[in-house]
């Protein structure tokens, strides 16, 4: 079983500057969630992506933005680059099923440094 | 809102010795618990849950106790190890599908 991978791994940018960074789900995971973590904090939930639709999001500007594809695989785009994105960007995987969304996977994380 | 706050760290601890790292919530509703660990240079790695009050989860040694009627939910393991050095989080989730993270708490043993 292949866990949560995503690429790449690190990335560095100048102020302005667009960004993809890609993450490719566990096998049998339909949903991927975004999260932003900055140095010395906690993650913090940008959005979740199910059926390649966004089903929720959290206190970030429009210039954050996703997709997710038919093999459930996601994309995170960041247009307009400030300092302040500069971390490491977690994505994780999960199952929601009638019941609710199960346990969310990570991956390792791309370390984003905005100049 | 929901939120977590955890104890600030760094945590210091010599090998073998008891750890608690405490977390409480804030949360309408019943959430499910958790606490991920975070080794340097790495993602977050479940390391235990709760789903329902009074459910103990447990893994590797760590155990940790859904207590509704402290809103807390507190890391413990009785002999920690050099290993177990890293950044621990507690989280929760409102059954809506995010996570919502405590600050992390640093853990380092020393031999």
């Known amino acids: 079983e292949t866990g949560v991978t995503q690429s790449p791994t690190h990335l560095i940018k100048t102020r302005g500057q667009q960004v993809t960074l890609r993450c490719s789900s566990q096998s049998g995971h339909n949903t991927v969630s975004w999260y932003q973590q900055a140095l010395g904090q906690g993650p913090q939930f940008i959005f979740q992506?199910?059926?390649?639709?966004?089903?929720g999001r959290g206190n970030f500007p429009p210039r954050f933005s996703g997709l997710q594809f038919p093999n459930y695989s996601s994309e995170l785009n960041v247009n307009a680059l400030e300092l302040d994105d500069s971390a490491l960007y977690l994505c994780?995987?999960?199952?929601?099923?009638?019941?609710?969304?199960?346990?969310?996977?990570f991956g390792p994380g791309t370390r984003l440094t905005v100049l | 809102g929901d939120s977590v706050t955890q104890m600030e760290g760094p945590v210091t601890l010599s090998e073998e010795a008891f750890l608690t790292i405490n977390c409480t919530y804030t949360a309408t509703g019943y959430p499910s618990l958790f606490w991920y660990v975070q080794y340097p240079g790495e993602g977050l790695q479940l390391l235990l849950k709760a789903t329902k009050a009074d459910d103990k989860g447990s893994n590797k040694g760590f155990e940790a106790t859904y207590r509704k009627e402290t809103t807390s939910f507190h890391l413990e393991k009785g002999s920690v190890q050099v290993s177990d050095s890293a950044v621990y989080f507690c989280a929760l989730s409102p059954r809506t599908g995010k996570l919502i993270f405590g600050q992390g708490t640093t853990l380092q043993v020393k031999p």
């Open positions: 992506y199910y059926r390649e639709e966004e089903n």
């Open positions: 994780a995987s999960s199952s929601k099923t009638s019941g609710g969304t199960n346990e969310q996977f």
